[in-house]
RNA sequence: GGAGAGGUCGCAUAGUGGUCUAGUGCGCCGCACUCGAAAUGCGGUGAGGCGCAAGUCUCCGAGGGUUCGAAUCCCUCCCUCUCCGCCA
């Protein structure tokens, strides 16, 4: 959600902000047409309201003072105010049901310095860490060597749950553990982020604070009436405050949760369909931070440097990937990829996505801080990134650290977590 | 799942149809007293909307209803606690 007072002082901003998104700026104007509406009728109400509350008053005190004649007078006239006013009211309500949803689906505008472009072809690289491995025969992509190794069961993932899910197995699945503790011991022991292990169900209010409802309902498994599986631990770790007012001391809240993730994938069906490469239920530590507006950019470096730090801790050569207007979606201000490199593959894949949404996802979710006793709540900047994402990390291990022998060598870093150096040979 | 109790302004409580524009205590802020502090006294102290402002409207878990008027009465739902049943 954007500022109501931005949008009504400065549209043409608003919409050149969208257009830069490349997304639709005719809902300005429709936010604009139903709130001039909606302010004027909420004006009047206020005042058929305010008119009929007299009358009302007036007559308990009448009835005190023994004038009953008057006191039935006052009460008939109220009667035919308050008729009167509910053909407004109900109005007022259609209005601001209309105004809320117009607001939940205007997206966010991006920040001045993200660079301009239509897709992601225009995105930017701004940085690469370490080289790509060199092998002395063509290295093979994960669900070979999975399969070779006994990493992976799909087969048997089909068979029990569907295309898309992943059985880990044996030293794979000891691996899987292994990859997400080291994980979270990485960002809670050694980059200050507090644990939180969240609720892999949430309701609906929560998904619309960080902005997945009303627009991603697609993509989300739905358990119940008002329960939906998460896509991702983003949704409880932010929500954790909603409708919360913090104190600026306690800012920034940085978090580190690990869920399991359940996504539909329903606009992927048949891309990247092998292996772990896109999968409906996946593993990721995430990393969300509460921060003051005037540090949320500075926090957004430290957050995907985080993200980083574990492909850094492990050895595995990255690239970090500015999004360019076009491709940043609709609720970010600015985001940065971090791209895991897979030998196997031959590609760089998306292992982190880090995105400052400055006060988009607070105002939905109602996330507030007050500066100083007395001051005006304001809301918090939001900013969240994977820190990391498991089936993408698993899979550039097994294809980063292949040997000549056919065995993977494990990480240093990792072989205290996984128990072992090797897997195979 | 069943039975009972309960959800009020940061916390604790009062309020069972009409000065409730929600009282009181604690906490917090300001002022006074003081060399300073404590104690004490006085005043203030929630959020949101509309409005240039004066002001006004909404919010007592959520939503609906009765009424001229609801924290208060009725209905539905949510949550918390106690007991029972079931259960990892």
């Known amino acids: 959600m954007l500022d109501r007072e931005l949008i ?37 109400n206020d005042e058929a309201r305010a008119e009929s509350n007299r009358f009302s008053k007036s007559i308990g005190q009448l009835m005190a ?41 205007m997206p966010n505008l991006p920040h001045e310095s993200v660079p301009d472009g239509k897709t992601e072809d225009e995105n930017v690289v701004v940085r690469t ?35 898309g899910f992943a059985v880990y197995t044996g030293a794979g699945a000891r691996l899987q553990r292994a990859l997400f503790t080291f994980m979270i011991d990485h960002q809670t022991l050694r980059n200050g982020y507090r644990e939180i292990y969240p609720p892999y169900l949430v309701n609906r209010a929560s998904l619309v604070g960080t902005g997945n409802l009303p627009k991603f309902e697609d993509d989300l498994y739905k358990a119940d009436e008002d329960l939906y599986l998460i896509p991702t631990a983003e949704v409880p770790l932010t929500n954790l405050y909603r409708d ?9 809240i940085k ?18 369909t092998r292996g772990l490469l896109r999968i409906h239920q996946f593993d990721k530590v995430e990393l969300v931070k509460f921060s003051l507006p005037e540090n949320s950019y500075e926090e957004l470096e430290s957050l995907t440097a985080d993200a980083e730090g574990v492909l850094q801790a492990l050895g595995l ?11 940043i979606g609709a609720k970010g201000s600015k985001q940065y990829d971090v791209e895991v490199w897979s030998p196997g593959v ?80």
Do not use: M
Request: charged fraction near 35%; charge should be negative.
């Open 65 to 105: 003072q023994g004038k009953r004649e008057e006191a039935e007078e006052a009460k008939a006239k109220s009667k035919a105010l308050k008729d009167a006013a509910t053909d407004g009211e109900e109005r007022e309500r259609e209005l601001e049901a209309a105004l809320r949803r117009i607001e939940l689906e």
């Open 129 to 163: 860490w370490g080289e790509q491995p060199v092998f002395s025969e063509a290295p093979q992509a994960h669900w070979d060597i999975a399969e070779r190794l006994s990493l992976l069961d799909l087969p048997r993932g089909a068979k029990i749950s569907g295309s």
């Open 346 to 425: 031959g590609r760089y894949l998306e292992i982190s996505s880090c995105s400052n949404f400055e006060a988009y996802q607070s105002r939905r979710a109602n996330i507030r801080f007050r500066r100083a006793q007395g001051d005006k709540p304001e809301h918090v900047h939001i900013l969240n990134g994977s820190g990391l994402a498991t089936p993408r990390l698993f899979s550039a291990i097994l294809e980063s650290f292949q040997q000549p022998d056919g065995s993977v060598l494990l990480p240093e870093a990792l072989r205290p977590y996984v128990g072992f150096e090797r897997l195979g040979g």
């Open 255 to 272: 978090l580190a949760g690990y869920s399991g993730c359940f996504r539909k994938e329903a606009g992927a069906a048949g891309k990247d």
């Open 244 to 252: 919360e007012i913090l104190d600026a001391s306690d800012l920034t």
């Open 8 to 44: 009504r002082t400065q549209p043409e901003a608003v919409k050149a902000g969208i257009a830069r998104k490349r997304l639709d700026t005719s809902i300005v104007d429709e936010f604009s047409r139903v709130d001039t509406e909606y302010r004027k009728v909420r004006t009047e």
């Open 317 to 327: 050569h990255y690239r970090v990937i500015e999004i360019c207007t076009g491709d």
